[in-house]
């Protein structure tokens, strides 16, 4: 089973920007389509953004213009580069595959927006 290891949070003033990283045991990109997740303090996990194994992304609703997904097949590494970030992105960033079935979660990288 792939190993995820996220990384890259912080804390971050309102407007301001951050971008995680999220690095896999072995290539994966070229075979599913991969996520990155969030959970805020007492909320159920949500889905962020996806790309395919084909490059074609997705994002949810509240992060369209701000969040963009990436991957770097040669590192085996995925990206979220988050701009404008707002209160309400402070949460805990996964990553895994877009959709069930999911790998293992991994610990996380904390985000928090705050003035």
């Known amino acids: 089973q792939v190993r995820l290891v996220e990384s890259g949070g912080g804390l971050v003033q309102p407007g301001g920007s951050l971008r995680l990283s999220c690095a896999a045991s072995?290539?994966?990109?070229?075979?599913?389509?991969m996520g990155w997740h969030r959970q805020a303090p007492g909320k159920p996990r949500e889905w962020v953004a996806v790309i395919s194994r084909f490059g074609s992304t997705n994002y949810t609703d509240s992060v369209k213009g701000r969040f963009t997904i990436s991957t770097d097949r040669a590192k085996n590494t995925m990206y979220l580069q988050m701009n404008n970030l707002k209160p309400e992105d402070t949460a805990v960033y996964y990553c895994?595959?877009?959709?069930?079935?999911?790998?293992?979660w991994g610990q996380g990288t904390q985000v928090t927006v705050s003035s």
């Open positions: 895994n595959t877009a959709r069930e079935p999911f790998t293992s």
């Open positions: 072995r290539s994966i990109f070229a075979i599913t389509a």
